[in-house]
């Protein structure tokens, strides 16, 4: 996991084409044909062992352009092309090094529904990176297998990505990211990051971005009876934080970094209160001794009933589009503006799952406020103003639920720029019914 909420990424030079494969938005949680196999914890720390071995051979660490990250991205790959997956790597520069991720597409699902798992394989320059983030990169792999073993046909196409350059600010993951054509980005129904999770003084974190994706891990830790928390010390650190922002459903699983365990924690989950969930985080002791194997072993399992879950779901249709293509300036730290979408001809209430797509253009997005805003004047937030948030652009999709507005009439997007020093303006938006 980085360090940083918001990190500087690095210029990365080096495209590989075809990358791409996208979705629709989630609706209700699927059900799954048929129950996803237990993922076999051996199996998993073998994966460990092998990262262990490859940082001991490679100066104690597996590091963005160290000999030990691309060792690492060779193994990963090796597993998968025996496994039968179709593999590609990915080249970026950051730092003055070539960095790469890899991706790893399952033959067979829809196209236009892509459900992606990922985790970042670099590990810090101080260590081997077996919790952060060996774990995660282990856990995924090992289900990737499993579909493998079980010849899954899922409804959805399967893809599993491996990040590099994680540790100096998402580098890898913003890379993808920034070149998908925003057509192939709407074709992701979700994306599930795994970064740390078998951290030795455990807590089960699980990301709270999007309700289907929430509820499916929810639903599987509460049917073992282990109570879950929202993750809060991840956010923006890791790797769905480029997906979020341009709007792709996100969520995942943590056991926890640097924070300390507090009594009502130890009490819930056991361990050790007043101590950090990882104490070797970011450390030459994360090792393969750094690990807790029953988090290990559940979440390996949590990842494999989300694939199994998530995967074979149903498509979604496309919708009525409504769009406004007009560009409105936003006022540097000045007053609202809107822009006008106007739905005619429905019957009935707008859905429970109203679909808002924006195209705002901003040099600083973090001083945008928005609004969606229906013919009876209610107003439903959208984004919130945030000094964290120092990317540019709102290029992003929500969901409202507007079962309680009629459908047609004058339905507005409302901007407005909260601080100064920043320009921006409304390129464009669209409702789908």
């Known amino acids: 996991m980085n360090l940083f909420r918001r990190a500087a990424v690095g210029a990365a030079t080096l495209a590989i084409g075809g990358l791409l494969a996208t979705a629709t938005p989630s609706a ?7 129950a996803a196999p237990d993922i076999p914890l051996a199996n998993v720390k073998a994966h460990l062992s092998q990262l262990q071995s490859i940082a001991s051979a490679n100066g104690g660490n597996r590091a963005h352009g160290r000999a030990g990250y691309k060792a690492s991205l060779d193994y990963v790959k090796g597993k998968l092309d025996a496994a039968g ?3 590609r790597i990915q080249q970026f520069t950051s730092s003055g090094a070539t960095g790469y991720n890899l991706i790893a597409d399952w033959p067979g699902g829809d196209a236009n529904q892509v459900l992606m798992a990922g985790a970042h394989l670099d590990s810090v320059s101080s260590g081997a990176g077996i919790n952060d983030n060996g774990s995660g990169s282990a856990g995924i792999l090992e289900t990737a297998l499993a579909v493998s073993r079980a010849q899954l046909q899922p409804t959805k196409h399967l893809r599993f990505a491996w990040w590099g350059a994680e540790e100096l600010g998402m580098v890898g993951s913003r890379y993808y990211v920034n070149n998908l054509p925003a057509a192939d980005r709407s074709k992701v129904s979700g994306y599930l990051n795994f970064d740390m999770i078998g951290s030795p003084n455990p807590g089960y974190f699980v990301y709270d971005d999007d309700p289907t994706i ?3 891990f929810k639903d599987y830790y509460a049917g073992l009876g282990v109570p879950t928390e929202i993750e809060t010390e991840g956010d923006g650190r890791s790797d769905h934080a480029p997906f979020a922002n341009v709007g792709i459903p996100v969520g995942g699983l943590f056991t926890g970094a640097e924070r300390s365990k507090s009594s009502a924690q130890a009490q819930k989950w056991g361990g050790t209160a007043g101590q950090a969930f990882d104490r070797c985080y970011h450390s030459s002791c994360d090792s393969t001794s750094n690990i807790n194997d029953t988090a290990l072993d559940r979440n390996s399992d949590a990842i494999a009933h989300a694939i199994w879950t998530l995967g074979a779901g149903t498509t979604v249709p496309p919708g009525d589009v409504y769009e406004n293509t007009t560009d409105v300036t936003i006022p540097d730290n000045g007053a609202a503006v809107t822009s006008t979408v106007n739905v005619a001809g429905r019957t009935g209430n707008a859905p429970a799952t109203l679909k808002v797509d924006v195209d705002v253009r901003h040099t600083w997005r973090g001083d945008v406020v928005l609004d969606l805003v229906a013919p009876d004047g209610t107003a439903y937030r959208l984004k919130n103003s945030s000094s964290n948030d120092s990317a540019d652009n709102i290029i992003a999709t929500y969901t409202v639920n507007a079962s ?24 464009s938006w669209k409702l789908t019914f």
């Not at 209700?28 to 048929?34: G, N, Y």
């Not at 309680?404 to 303006?425: C, F, H, I, M, P």
């Open 404 to 427: 309680s507005e009629t459908a047609n009439g004058a339905w507005k997007l409302r901007a407005q720029d909260v601080a100064s020093q920043d320009t921006g303006y409304i390129n």
């Open 214 to 216: 929430e509820k499916t």
């Open 85 to 87: 997956f179709t593999t």
């Open 28 to 34: 209700a949680a699927p059900t799954p044909t048929l």
